[in-house]
């Protein structure tokens, strides 16, 4: 039973680049959470989806910054024209979440380790 | 005030000594309480929940003072395999159901050394 997948491991741009990030969740969840991780930080909330929709993206900055979970593949964080402060590890996490009143147990891929030049 | 707030460290202790980590929430309402364990560059992983009972788990205690706004975190007996940095996280949560946020401190960093 995979747990959370998460390419590419590592990622390296050039400012003004795009960066594409994908997550697989564990078998059976369809909920999933991407966190940033800033070098000496802790991890912080970006956005939460279900197929097809976007729950919660107050964490995601305004600008450049956009994520999808389709129907069929993976989940995208996707960053336009990066720049050197979007070098960070992030992290994706899925649960199976069945009720609405409940935390379900997040469990997280390894993280994408993205480095702008 | 952050929201959550850890015993900066690092922490450097031999084996077998007894270890506590302290944490501090900001948000009265924060309605789920967790440890975390990070291995260098590696992800987050469940170490435990924390109830408002306490609850031990092997060499690991952990407790919450809901009054107080603290969680802390008791290794006992530690060992090499404890070094990582321990993360304390909170569910804030709200009347709307998003109780899937989690907000993580900082994180201690361990290191048992032999």
């Known amino acids: 039973n995979a747990g959370v997948m998460q390419n590419p491991r590592h990622l390296v741009r050039r400012r003004g680049q795009e960066a594409r990030l994908r997550c697989s969740p564990m078998k059976g969840h369809s909920h999933v959470y991407w966190y940033r991780q800033l070098p000496e930080e802790g991890l912080k909330f970006m956005v939460y989806?279900?197929?097809?929709?976007?729950?919660?993206e107050s964490g995601m900055p305004k600008e450049r910054f956009s994520a999808e979970f389709p129907k069929e593949g993976p989940s995208i964080l996707r960053i336009q024209q990066v720049v050197r402060g979007d070098s960070a590890a992030y992290f994706c996490?899925?649960?199976?979440?069945?009720?609405?009143?409940?935390?379900?147990?997040?469990?997280f891929g390894p993280g994408t380790r993205l480095t702008v030049l | 005030r952050k929201e959550v707030e850890q015993d900066p460290g690092p922490f450097n202790v031999p084996e077998g000594a007894t270890v506590a980590f302290n944490c501090t929430y900001s948000?009265?309402?924060?309605?789920?309480f967790f440890w975390y364990r990070q291995d260098c560059r590696k992800e987050p992983k469940l170490l435990m929940s924390?109830?408002?009972s306490g609850n031990e788990d092997g060499r690991f205690t952990a407790q919450l003072n809901r009054a107080s706004q603290y969680i802390s975190l008791l290794i006992r007996d530690s060992k090499l395999s404890d070094s990582a940095t321990y993360l304390c996280?909170?569910?804030?949560?709200?009347?709307?159901?998003?109780?899937?946020?989690?907000?993580f401190g900082k994180g201690t960093l361990l290191t048992v050394n032999p």
């Open positions: 948000n009265s309402a924060s309605q789920s």
């Open positions: 989806l279900q197929k097809e929709n976007i729950i919660d």
């Open positions: 924390v109830y408002s």
């Open positions: 996490a899925s649960s199976s979440r069945t009720s609405s009143s409940t935390t379900d147990t997040q469990y």
């Open positions: 996280v909170v569910n804030i949560g709200s009347s709307g159901g998003s109780n899937y946020k989690l907000t």
